[in-house]
Structure formats: C-alpha cells, structure tokens
C-alpha cells in the first residue's frame, strides 16, 4: 500500500518591535543576559500588561498579507502552564478569537505554483529562556515578552521539500512585509510541525504527531524525512500510532517521543482580564492596509512578465529587495532591461561584495547603468571596454560617457585604421595565416586576438574578423 | 495625639502651620507601639523612611507648597501589605514571599506620593485577601479595636482598624467582594470601593484581576473623597482603567440630598440579617427620608446567584494570578529534585489553607471539560447581575444595603465553616462582580457588646460622586463617626 503525509505547520515568528510586547522593554537580541528585564516582563508581584499597538498592527498586516479574515473582535486569554521559562506560569496567547483568521499562502513548488491555507496568525508573548550548566540553570529573560506571532496552517502540506519551500516563502513574506527579520540564527523563526501518514487517496487523518525542537528551516525538513518513513513502516507493519509529541535530535537526525496524549497538558485558558478586547475600527485597519506590499511570488511573476527577465534574475531581485529596487528604478525607462539586470546582478553586486558597500554607498547615479548598457548596445564600446569602464565608474563616480571620452575608449569603426592593424598582425604570425589559408577556421581567432591587442581592445572585433577573412582569404 | 485628628482636620492644621507632618506622623508611631502588640494590624513599619518623608514634607511646606497642589501633603497614610511600595517588604499577608522587597511603586503609591502623602507601613490582610474575618493571615490576625476577641473583617482587616485605632490618619485597601467596606463596617468607619476602572491595580498584587480594585478607609466621608480624588484616574501601565475625567470629588458634598432616590433591594433583607442590624439599616432609611431624599423599592433579582459566581470566577483568576509564587525568582523556596518538585514542595509550604482550597476551586472550574459549565455560566451570570444593577440605576442614584449581615463575630467562630464565612460577604460582593462603586459608613452600634454596624451605598458606574454626597450628608446628620474605641486608653 502507499501511503501519505498530511503535514501542518505551527511557526512562531518575533515581531519586528522596538519594545516587547507588554512593557517598554528593549526588543533587541543579544545582550548580556537579564538586561532588557522590568517588573512587568519578570512577572513580579503587583504588574499587569498593556498591549503594545505595533504588534498589534503587525498581526494584522500579516493577515493581510497572508489574504486573512480581520475579525473586528479579538482578545488575549491566558494559558496556564508551570515552567521556570515563563515567570507568570501563564503566557498571555490569543486562544479562541485570535487577531486573524483564515488565509493562504501561495508559493512555487515542483515547477508549479502550491497553495497551503492559514487557518491562523494569533499574537502571543515569547518567554524566557533556559540555560543549563552544570550543577544549576539560568533564565534569561531578555526574550519573555518578545512579541511573538504563530503562523498556524492547515495540514495541506504532504512532503518534506513542500514544508520547506513553504517555510521559505513565509519567511520572504513576512521579512518583505516588515513584519519580522526573521533572523533564524537570532532564533526568530521557531516551528513546530504536526505529522501524519494514512494510505493513499483516503481522507481520514491518522494520529497526529508533533515534532518539536527543530532550529532551522532544513531541520524541519530533515526531521521529517526521518519521520515520515517511520510512521509508514510502523503503520505498514500493521502498529498503531498513538498522538503524542517527539522531539528532533539534530546530532543524532532522529526523533524521540517526549510525551503521549495522556500527558497532554490542560492548559484551561481563559480570557485575560488584564487587556481588554480589540476592536479594530475602519481607521486603524486602513492604515495598516497601506503598509501592505507586494508578495515575493507576485515580484517575481511581474518582473519576469514586465522586464523579459529570466526567472532566475527576478529571484534574485525578489531575495535582494533593495538591488531588485534599484534594478527597477533603472530598467523602467531603459530600452534593454534585461541587459540592465545582467550588470546589477552579475558586476554590480559583485563590486558591492569585493568592496564591502552597498547601494547606499554608491557614487554613480543609477542612470549611468542604463547609459553604459546604451555605449554596448549602439557599439559605441565593447562588452569588455565595458567592464573597465564599469570598474572607474563605480570607483570614482564619472559618467561612463565621460570615461570613454577621457580615456579614449571609443570603439574603433574606422576600416582604415583597422586595416593596418590586420596587415600588421599577418605580417607578425605567418604561421597562424598559412594555417588558416590551409582550412583551419580556428587560426582567424588568434589572428583577431592579436587585432585586438595592437588596438588595445578598442578595434570592433566584428569589423577586424571581416577585414582579416577578405584578407587572408584574397 | 495628633493621630486622633481626621484627614480633613489634619490638612487644615498643617496648612495653618499649627502642626507638622513630623508630629502627626510620630504620634502615628506612638499609637502603633501602644497599641498594634494588641491589635496587630500592622506587619512592618518602616518608622525612619515615615519620619523622613514627613520631614520632607514639612520642608516643602516651608518652601511654601500648598494643599492646594498636593492635597495630602505631609498626611500619614498607612498601606495594606499587597500594594507595592519601592523598597518596602510586600507579603501579602502570605508566607510564600518571605523576604520580598517590591522594586517599584504601585500607580496608587506614586500618586499618594505626588499629593504629598507620607506613605507608611504594612497593614496586616488575609492572605492574599482571601477572606472576610483576617484569620487567613500568615502572621496572625488583626484584631477588632472594639473588641480585641473578634475579627476587624476581611481582607483589609488591618485598614480598617489601623484607621479606627487612629494608628494612622488613612489608609489603603483592596476590595475584590467587599475586602475594604465589609472590614471597615466592622471596626466602625469609612471604606471606598471605587468603580471598576476608576483606579489604577497596577502594583495591586492581583488576587482577581476583573474584581479588584482599590480602595480606601478613613475616618470621615470628606477624608474618603480627597484620598479618591488623589487616587483616580486613567493610568497608561493599566489597560483598564477608563479615561473618564476625575471630578472634584469634595465638591459634590454639599449636605445637599433633596430628591435623590434611594433604592432598597427587596432580596437582601434576608434570613440570618442580625436583628440589631436590621434596626440599624431601617433607623438609617428614615434618616434619609428626613433628609429630603427618596426611598423606594428595588429589586435585583439575580442577587441569590451572586455567591456562587463570584467563587467561581474570583477563584479562576486567582488560580492563575497565584501561579507566579513558585519560588522560582523571589519568596520562599522550598528545593526539589527537579522543577516540579520545587513547585509542589514551595506552594505546598507557602500558600495557606484557605488560598490552596481557593486556587484548586479555580483550577477545576478552569479545566477542560468543566469550563463551559463553571467558567463560561458564571461569566453569563455576571452580566445579569450586572445589568440587574444597571435597570436598577435607571430608577434610583444609590442602592442602600446593611454592609454585612451580622456585626462582627468572634475570632475562630466561623474558620470550620467555609461557606458560612463567605457568606458575611452576601451584601458587598455583588458590587465588584458588576463593577460600580460601593461606601460602607457607620449606622449603629450593637449594644451589648459595643460593636460598629455599617450601611453601604451602592451607585453606578463612575458615580462616586452621588454615594459620596449621600454618605456625607447622613454622616453629618448624625454622630456615630465620632464614636472611638477605648482600645490603647487603659494603658
């Protein structure tokens, strides 16, 4: 029998807040432990939170970005549970009427386009986090009360790859939208998933297991390669999956069961009585529908759409939002887009890197992209003039125009000057000539490599082949 | 004795210069060494940081500050132990926080501090105002001043007393079903409930977060009204707090009671209301009528169920509002093997009976499974008890009730008897679990022994004014309010 992974994902982004979610508190990764604490994120005796709007605002602009419903009620709840990494022994979660509900995310997988549905993006607060030594553990409660949104989706996802392309383009959403960084080393990006095998073309779900403890998109990815094939030799061989929860070791690249259903918390959620209940108005959705951007998929189709380019170019653009700008602040009016994009992505990114600036740094105005692709296309230089005249522009700032007049560079048209230069470079190589009077085509190459040279690369290399064939061949 | 004067009196004095803050504050202190060994309302007193913060206010009124910009300055108001002061022990009457010291100032704290007040002592409470006798103390309970064998009430036992002891000139409670009138009913003087969202609970350690508020005793209406005023107010670190204007609350007492309507709830002149009581509350109904303002029935129908609800839902906050005292970061800890350990082992300590019997209450109406029909009815529930008072609103400007059923009763008298003891709350708790505003002055005494009896006002939401206009004018038609115990007079 065959069989099928149902797999959905639960995935825990920090929101991109300069305080935490409760207390004016920096929201900022890695400093010394317990410095960004206050009585209200310790949880002391006596405090109570209050809301922080931008995170707010930030739930909501990810429904939108993720085509959610944007209930005009939701509220906080609180959800009890013991452990030293939460000091309130309840973290403040957004239970049955969460910020946003229902939506999808479309992404490219298998050379098409996949959809995977949002059941939800609910607010919550981060907690603490625990550190182990030898003899004793610390807290740090540097994270607790971090904003922290949970992406919860529909189990419409069936193999490992799809729940990491899926992972990918979440992450692209949400870092383009602002809503996050996503910064997966900083621990931004946290996912658990939720897994389970049942034969082929049925519909009935089998026991639901959750694997927790992946640090990184390729972990979830890896944990599930792992688990899937475990649970359909466990089902094939005729045993029984029961609900529980495992836990990824990525040394050993298995999982182990942490705990099975009947250890399952009660975790009695409640509504906060600290918060009151948010109730969006017209006004306060409408300015965060202005800060919705366009998706990375839809870039991408549009860039290739409108520019010609290739869809590894609008990738490129997509990953790199601010060269993609740049691109398209130059490519608009330009008459050869994809020979712009070329240079954005295949010299000027590469200058950027060698020289450890980016675009901000740059001392040519973006017209001067568009003005050196128009001194190849018209022939006025050629490509390989071209990448000197790139390297000054880029270190000085002068207009390409400027540096091929100041230097000379203009490619040289003129038959009679190239004549010269032909008959020079026969003279030079008699054997090359003979060897290309005797048939062999190959030995005009070298001919018009030496062309070339006694005209420093100026000659057009076009109008040098002719003239050196009609020559030889006369 | 200095300490003896009323807010309002003390305020005149200092203004005129004829006493210092130092005085009245060290009179305070006196008053407590003679007589707190008997009373024990106080936990801790902090007499050095009170004498300093009464120096300082002595300075600032030769600086020439005025009560005109810090109405309370240089006035001794004395803290229940579950408000936070920076740098001052907070136990909430509980041994789970041992040796706490709060890091910050509650809200209320900071704006008794900004009126001028000298912020002092830690005023003895069940724990963590889990009850209505001050037994569940971890440190013993406070005593009644007028009869040291009986209970003050609960929680904020020690407020009330320490008020009618005259060990300080005001003070501050909490009152989450009658924590701040039911106790100060019983020591025979003054307690506020403020509307739900008229004062900030930032600071305020939670015990049920939907029901708390806080509150204040004192020894006159007037006194009440400046310490509400100084009190209230929207507050940014408490998202429930409303942003409705504070008015001049000593402006609405005018003695001026023509053709306000006073409702009686027919419900709650129930069986097991003490017959003295009784003639007590009707006494103080004709006085009313004699001063010009209307009496007339109501009912409010859903009051039987009140009990029940408030149980409920009290004890499902609190079970998550206890949560925090694991022994984790601060407090008590007790050492286990593993967390859990440590958990069980510290609760198991730290936490007294009544509160154990109180978080697992709301653990169970919390679980899965049982919460539709706990939780979820008790909250429905409330919102008709609530709009039980509201209908009622439309008809009268204040609802008066006795405060407590009985005056106050003897020390180990009820503690076997759970139940019974929460009903001594019957007539206040309905007021927290709708959210309006409630006062208990003295009506009466008992005769034999001399015990205080209380009559409450109840009013709308945010309308403190009218009950405060209400009590006042009853207040100065009659002289209960100058009656004293003979506590700390044989020494």
């Known amino acids: 029998m065959e069989y099928e992974a149902v797999i959905g994902l639960e995935t825990h982004v920090q929101l991109k807040t300069r305080s935490k979610m409760w207390c004016g508190c920096a929201n900022q990764f890695g400093a010394p432990p317990n410095t960004h604490v206050c009585p209200v994120c310790l949880g002391l005796p006596g405090v109570l939170p209050v809301a922080n709007e931008e995170a707010l605002r930030l739930t909501v602009l990810t429904g939108m970005l993720l085509h959610c419903d944007i209930p005009r009620y939701a ?46 993006a609910h607010l919550e607060e981060d907690v603490a986090k625990n550190f182990h030594f030898e003899r004793t553990s610390g807290v740090d409660f540097n994270r607790a009360g971090v904003p922290l949104m949970e992406v919860v989706s529909e ?18 959403i949400l870092v383009y939208g602002g809503v996050s960084d996503c910064d997966m080393e900083k621990g931004m990006v946290r996912c658990d998933v939720n897994v389970s095998v049942r034969p082929k073309g049925t519909t009935e779900l089998g026991a639901k297991i959750e694997i927790k403890n992946m640090n990184s998109f390729s972990g979830v990815r890896k944990a599930l390669e792992y688990e899937i094939p475990r649970q359909i030799e466990v089902v094939s061989r005729g045993g029984k999956l029961i609900q529980s929860t495992r836990r990824w070791d990525d040394v050993a690249g298995i999982t182990e069961e942490m705990r099975t259903k009947e250890y399952a ?5 409640f509504p906060e009585p600290d918060l009151m209940p948010f109730t969006p108005t017209d006004e306060w959705l409408a300015d965060i529908s202005r800060r919705v951007v366009e998706l990375p998929l839809a870039r991408k189709q549009r860039l290739m759409q409108d520019y010609q380019l290739p869809a590894p170019d609008a990738q490129t653009f997509v990953w790199d939002k601010p060269l993609g700008n740049y691109f398209e602040g130059i490519a608009k009016t330009a008459k050869n887009p994809k020979a712009i994009a070329n240079w954005v992505i295949n010299n000027l990114r590469a200058k950027l890197g060698e020289s450890q600036t980016t675009l901000a740094d740059l001392k040519f105005a973006p017209a001067a992209v568009a003005e050196l692709v128009e001194l190849i296309d018209s022939g006025k230089i050629s490509g390989k003039i071209a990448q000197e005249v790139f390297s000054d522009m880029f270190s000085t700032g002068e207009a390409p125009g400027k540096i091929v007049e100041r230097k000379g560079l203009a490619q040289v048209s003129d038959t009679g000057a190239i004549e010269a230069l032909c008959d020079q470079a026969i003279a030079a190589n008699p054997g090359p000539a003979a060897d290309f009077r005797a048939g062999k085509a190959a030995a005009l190459n070298f001919l018009k490599g030496q062309v070339m040279k006694l005209s420093k690369g100026k000659a057009n290399p076009a109008l040098a082949g002719e003239i050196l064939e009609r020559k030889l061949k006369a | ?87 001052q022990p907070m136990s909430c009457g509980s041994r789970i926080l041992h040796d706490y010291l709060s890091p910050y100032d509650a809200t209320v704290i900071s704006r008794l501090r900004a009126a001028g007040a000298v912020v002092f002592g830690r005023l003895n409470m069940d724990e963590f105002a889990m009850g209505s006798s001050n037994e569940n103390s971890a440190f013993g309970p406070v005593r009644n001043p007028w009869d040291t064998t009986r209970i003050p009430g609960g ?69 009440a009204a400046v310490l509400l005023e100084a009190l209230s107010g929207m507050d940014p670190r408490d998202s429930t707090t409303v942003p409705q204007p504070v008015p001049h609350y000593t402006s609405a007492l005018t003695g001026e009671i023509k053709g306000l309507r006073i409702g009686l709830p027919k419900e709650y002149m129930v069986g097991g209301l003490d017959a003295e009581v009784e003639t007590a509350i009707k006494a103080a109904v004709k006085q009313f009528a004699k001063l010009g303002a209307t009496v007339v029935d109501v009912s409010l129908p859903h009051t039987d169920y009140a009990i029940a609800t408030y149980y409920i839902i009290a004890t499902a906050e609190a079970s998550a509002n206890l949560a925090r005292f694991d022994g984790i970061r601060y407090g008590l800890r007790v050492e286990g ?28 109406v919390l679980s899965s499974g049982y919460y539709d029909a706990y939780y979820l009815r008790a909250q429905k529930v409330r919102t008709l008890i609530r709009s039980d008072f509201l209908k009622a609103f439309e008809q009268v400007d204040a609802i008066l009730t006795p405060t ?62 009218t009950i405060l206009r209400l009590a006042h004018a009853y207040e100065q038609s009659t002289t209960w309010h100058k009656e004293r115990p003979r506590i700390g007079e044989r020494k």
């Not at chain 2, 093997?337 to 154990?356: H, I, M, N, Q």
């Open chain 1, 75 to 120: 509220k906080f709840d609180r959800k009890n549970y013991f452990y030293p990494d939460v000091a309130k022994n309840y973290q403040i979660t957004q239970y049955d009427k969460p910020s946003t509900i229902g939506g999808y995310v479309d992404f490219e997988f298998n050379g098409g386009i996949s959809r995977v549905r949002i059941t939800r």
């Open chain 1, 155 to 172: 189990p419409d996802i069936t193999s490992a790859d799809m729940a990491y392309e899926y992972l990918n383009a979440l992450k692209d």
């Open chain 1, 265 to 269: 918390h009660d975790y009695r959620y």
């Open chain 2, 1 to 87: 004795m200095l300490n003896q004067l009323t807010l309002t009196e003390l305020v005149e004095r200092l203004e005129d210069r004829q006493v210092s803050s130092c005085a009245v504050t060290q009179d305070c202190l006196d008053q407590i060494k003679r007589v707190d060994s008997e009373l024990h309302a106080f936990l801790s007193c902090d007499s050095e940081d009170a004498l300093a913060q009464a120096k300082a206010a002595d300075q600032a009124m030769t600086a020439g500050v005025t009560h005109r910009e810090k109405p309370l300055l240089g006035v001794p108001v004395a803290i229940k132990d579950i408000i936070a002061v920076r740098n």
């Open chain 2, 155 to 223: 929680s904020s036992g020690g407020s009330a007393a320490a008020v009618v002891a005259d060990e300080c000139i005001a003070s501050l409670g909490s009152d989450t079903g009658g924590s701040v009138r039911q106790p100060a009913a019983l020591c025979g003087c003054v307690g506020l409930k403020p509307s739900y969202g008229r004062v900030s609970r930032y600071g305020l350690v939670a015990y049920a977060s939907s029901l708390d508020q806080v509150g204040c005793c004192a020894k006159r209406v007037r006194d």
């Open chain 2, 337 to 364: 093997s593993d967390p859990a350990e440590l958990y069980s082992r510290t609760r198991g300590d730290g936490f007294g009976v009544e509160v154990k019997r109180r978080i697992i209450l709301g653990t169970y």
């Open chain 2, 404 to 465: 407590t059923p009985t005056p106050a009763f003897r020390i180990g008298e009820k503690t076997g008897d759970p139940l019974q003891m929460y009903l001594s709350d019957i007539f206040t708790i309905s007021a927290n679990l709708a959210g309006i505003c409630g006062i208990s002055l003295p009506c009466g005494f008992t005769r034999d022994p001399k015990l205080p009896i209380g009559l409450q006002l109840q009013g709308k939401p945010f309308a403190e004014e």
